[in-house]
């Protein structure tokens, strides 16, 4: 079954830092990607995503993530963190074997940004 | 962009009742929709797929009569808790899937948050 790692629960950055969340995939077929971020108590908002087009690929609020078949990752990066970014965040693929119907999730990171 | 609500946005109610959460496309038609449960501090969990006019199709592990699924019309489906229990509160999130747009993009209400007392 199609799977989908977080390294990292938690991930604490300084404002102003990069952010580097991580994302690996487990699929010898490139699936569909998906970042989505959740603030407490809300949905889920679709921040980017990957679908066989561009590696490189821009969202929302300055994130950024790259496509890396050979490593079978999808990282989400932004430059420089700013406090509203703290976040859960979650990564998510779209498996070709549900016709990309369906999602499945990662565990999830939270991201916690200090002054 | 594709608006999904859901309501209530909170509910808590007493062990051996039932609770209606309802999802709603609000400016497209949704021939899928999805279900997820989501556990503190947890992943979402898909529990199951609601499609307009016809049954829902379960996740393995999750009990069809337990957790009733309508898609009666293109922008509403709902989801009924049945003879709710303590281990039954959760967050409950729906997504809704925009057939014009590409990829099959979900797009997600805010969350239903359960308490069972």
């Known amino acids: 079954a199609q799977s989908v790692t977080q390294l990292g629960s938690h991930v604490s950055v300084s404002e102003g830092a990069l952010v580097l969340l991580r994302c690996n995939y487990s699929?010898?077929?490139?699936?569909?990607l998906f970042w989505y971020v959740q603030y407490p108590n809300q949905g889920l908002q679709l921040l980017l995503k990957?679908?066989?087009?561009?590696?490189l690929v821009k969202g929302i609020n300055g994130f950024e993530a790259e496509f890396k078949k050979s490593e079978t990752s999808f990282h989400l990066t932004k430059p420089s963190a700013h406090m509203s970014d703290a976040a859960e965040y979650f990564c998510?693929?779209?498996?070709?074997?549900?016709?990309?119907?369906?999602?499945?999730f990662g565990t999830g990171t939270r991201l916690l940004v200090s002054p | 962009g594709a608006v999904v609500s859901q309501h209530p946005s909170r509910v808590i109610c007493k062990s051996g009742t039932s609770v209606k959460i309802e999802c709603r496309s609000l400016?497209?038609?949704?021939?899928?929709m999805f279900w997820y449960r989501q556990f503190p501090k947890k992943s979402l969990m898909l529990m199951a797929t609601?499609?307009?006019?016809?049954?829902?199709?379960?996740e393995q592990g999750v009990e069809k009569d337990k957790f009733l699924i309508n898609h009666a019309s293109l922008t509403l489906s709902t989801l009924t808790v049945t003879s709710a229990h303590p281990e039954d509160s959760s967050f409950y999130i729906c997504?809704?899937?925009?057939?014009?747009?590409?990829?099959?993009?979900?797009?997600f209400g805010p969350g239903t948050r359960l308490t069972v007392l």
């Open positions: 997504s809704a899937r925009d057939p014009s747009s590409p990829y099959n993009e979900q797009f």
């Open positions: 699929s010898s077929v490139p699936p569909y």
């Open positions: 990957y679908t066989s087009a561009a590696t």
């Open positions: 998510a693929v779209s498996p070709m074997n549900t016709g990309f119907q369906k999602l499945v």
């Open positions: 400016d497209f038609q949704a021939t899928t």
């Open positions: 609601s499609n307009e006019g016809s049954k829902a199709t379960y």
